[in-house]
């Protein structure tokens, strides 16, 4: 029973296409992130979201928008892809246990995106 | 702001240990560490808290200084399956839930 469910695992796409990518988490956490990891394996965050409120939005080109329609699921749709964008990207989860925010991270298996 | 990991690569031969140390410009009340093997996600390892408590799940140890604002991560004896990039995660200051990793220690273990 997976905890994270990321979908798909690999696109290609044409540069210029939209595309999205969906997840789900089952451990009933309130709190979703989405982190991008690029050739050089450094992991950027991206959003999160907690309880479907949008509560960290980093430097992130507007053709990137977030969605989370309830606490266990947040989408990622990118529109006018650029080659740039070819990346893993993965969605994680927790549960935010106080301000501090101690509790770990759950990381679904990972969307590889190539554009060409 | 981005943590600071060091070395960023290592290479042991089994039973051999090492440390990997990370290190933050700012005030740290927490330090998580997870291992991420190749074409896999980054998985738990352990959370260090401001007054020294620990969480963590397997037989990995660690270290937290908060006046020097670093935290070091042991691996001793390490086995074949330690082999994996390392990263050091700090809580963000201003966004509530932002976690910040590291650049990356790359462990290599060979037999």
């Known amino acids: 029973d997976t905890a994270v469910s990321q979908t798909p695992k690999y696109l290609v796409t044409q540069m210029g296409n939209d595309k999205s990518i969906k997840c789900e988490q089952n451990l009933g956490h309130d709190t979703m992130y989405w982190y991008k990891q690029d050739s050089k394996k450094f992991l950027k965050i991206m959003f999160s979201y907690n309880n479907k409120e949008l509560i960290i939005n980093e430097t992130v080109p507007n053709r990137f928008s977030p969605k989370s329609p309830d606490k266990a699921h947040l989408n990622l749709h990118i529109n006018s892809l650029e080659l740039g964008d070819s990346a893993v990207y993965f969605c994680?989860?927790?549960?935010?246990?106080?301000?501090?925010?101690?509790?770990?991270?759950?990381f679904g298996e990972g969307s590889r995106l190539t554009v060409l | 702001q981005q943590p600071v990991q060091s070395p960023q690569a290592v290479i042991l031969r089994e039973g051999e240990d090492a440390v990997i140390n990370c290190s933050s410009s700012k005030a740290l009340y927490s330090v998580h560490w997870y291992r991420q093997k190749h074409g896999e996600a980054p998985v738990f390892l352990m959370i260090l808290l401001k007054g020294g408590e620990q969480k963590g799940h397997e037989k990995i140890s660690a270290s937290f200084n908060e006046k020097k604002q670093q935290s070091s991560l042991y691996l001793t004896a390490s086995q074949l399956s330690y082999s994996g990039t390392y990263f050091c995660?700090?809580?963000?200051?201003?966004?509530?839930?932002?976690?910040?990793f590291g650049q990356g220690t790359i462990l290599t273990v060979h037999p």
């Open positions: 994680a989860s927790r549960q935010m246990t106080g301000r501090t925010g101690t509790g770990e991270l759950f």
């Open positions: 995660g700090t809580p963000g200051g201003i966004s509530y839930g932002k976690l910040t």
